[in-house]
């Protein structure tokens, strides 16, 4: 009598349990989470507008837990998905969206030397950047970061 049997183990990954984006300006966003156990081997961060316009897929190293995400449109739908990878396995997509920051632009006369923002948030980082403007040329523009107060 002959008796043959098989073995079957299904490995499990534990995938990244969560995504946090944080907007760092109108076209960059800052993605983290947590590590997973054990440590993953790689990640694949995609990224996509809404409107499927402006999409990108990230390989990183199983040991990030961040990285930041540039040259994104302003005031856009974005979503997020995290995969981890270990070996030959990968999890399931985490994911999480956000809307990047609006971009306004306001015209101001040559002759004014003092302008006031109005209706900013309390507790919010803005970028300001100011150029000029002659015939159909523009300046290149010269730029800070400001952080409101609380309010």
Known sequence: MTVSFSQSTE???RPVTHLYLSEGTSDSVLVAWSAPAPPADLFILSYSSADGTDTSKVTLDGSKTWS??????PSTHYMFSLITIQGDVSSEPITASLITGQVNSEMIDRDVTNYTLSSLFPATEYEISLNTVRGGEESKPVSTSVFTGRS
């Open 11 to 13: 490995i499990c990954i």
């Open 68 to 73: 930041l995400v540039q040259d994104l449109l």
